[in-house]
């Protein structure tokens, strides 16, 4: 299989180059140039599989560069005991009839972006091999919260590699930036932004562009790499859990093999969701995909009428990881639902960046909402959503997952839609515990640690263990800088003379 650019200006590169590049040499986002089917044999047969077999016959299809051996080693590094706290890697579990949540959130940073981050950098460092990439790569991430950590976490000490994340000072929870600050490992580097999360993404994807500072780099043999959600190698890891949850419900006499289902997905980049996407067009049965914001909801403009407006007042939420203006996965969305019409991309994009705004066609406007319904909820609807379903299930929910909740009760209030459904369930909530005790206990303030221990007082559940130690660890990354100095910050972390 070959990944193209969504914008038709780069040739064609396999799998391996795909994610080594992270982003194609245009500015584009690399796509596969067809989605395989699952045929229904193959559907029975991973039924009998466990989660690490799932994910190994499911990368076999994108991965065609690779061979069965490396995509074993790969997948058993990631998704194992000492890793993940749950034998089921992405355990399904039933709120009530019909409502099933799929928690992403049982590896070693507590949300779902350990899903793809703890298999990216294997993928990664064989990629750099078939390459014959002698240079080290420097992985340069912008981070809404979690995904910064689990990148961290995920190349920590990987050979070849060294990491640099940087995060919006003021955009990320306590606990989000402590464990970030206290990340150890020889390869690491973390800068705080003084700003949001679109001034560090801008910053980053403007260092990705500069042809200078990578040649710079070149001259001090690195070369830079991209672990955010646009990167192919974080995305097909996602495809897997949708197919996993869709073969457990079936399993579980839940719904009868072909049944649709909805899918809700809490969005901020529009990477998680466009993993169930693809998994749709792979050919599990799906009736909707429900695609949940907050107060930063351009997404649910766009999907309603068409027009992605970015020109308007950025908000803070307790679902910080969702606080996103430019969803740059949509790109790829944009690729599929025109056929793939490089032009008409490029287009958009253009208008994008010149303008903050751009409008599709008619016919793309109409095709959306086939397949997509949106919509969005305030932080009051949030923590009120969280305290409903703590008293009326004993289900315990973080603030990204109850936007989910909450806008599929939009949902079915709005359309009378009762089909089975799967809510992506993205982060344990004591990793947004300040929010969630807020929710439940009504408290405005107090220690972040203290109302943990409280909310695991009162729901009988257990801190998990990284999350208990940060308490105590070292602080040991102290760098700030602004959205302009993101470049200089980088070259002084790395120890480069300017
Ligand atoms: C990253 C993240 C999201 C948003 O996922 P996207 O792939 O960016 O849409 C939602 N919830 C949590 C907890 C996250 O970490």
Redesign the pocket.
Known sequence: MYYQSSRGQSTAVKAAEAIVMGIAPDGGLFVPDFIPRLKNDFMTAMSQMTYQQRAEAILTLYLTDFTADEIDACVNKAYNKEKFDHSSIAPLVKVEEGFFSLELWHGPTS???DMALQLLPHLMTISAAKNQEKREIVILVAT????GKAALAGFQDVPGTRIVVFYPQDGVSKVQQRQMTTQEGNNVYVAAVIGNFDDAQSGVKKIFADPAFNERLNDHNMKLSSAN?INWGRLVPQIVYYVSAYLDLVAGKHINAGDKINIVV????????LAAYYASMMGVPVHKLICASNANNVLTDFIQTGTYDRNRQFAKTISP??D?LISSNLERLLYEMTGHDHERICQWMKDLQQQGKYDVDEETRLKIPDKFWAGYCSDDETRATIKSVWEQKQYLL?P?TAVAVNVWDKYRQTTGDNTVTVIAS??SPFKFGQSVAEALLDIADGDEFELLQKLADLTGKDIPAAIEELKTKEIRHKTECSGDNMPETLMSLLQLPD
């Open positions: 949300a779902f972006k809404s919260g979690d995904t959600s809490p969005t901020g980049n529009f990477g998680n969701i990881s969702m996103i973080d990204h993205t982060a």
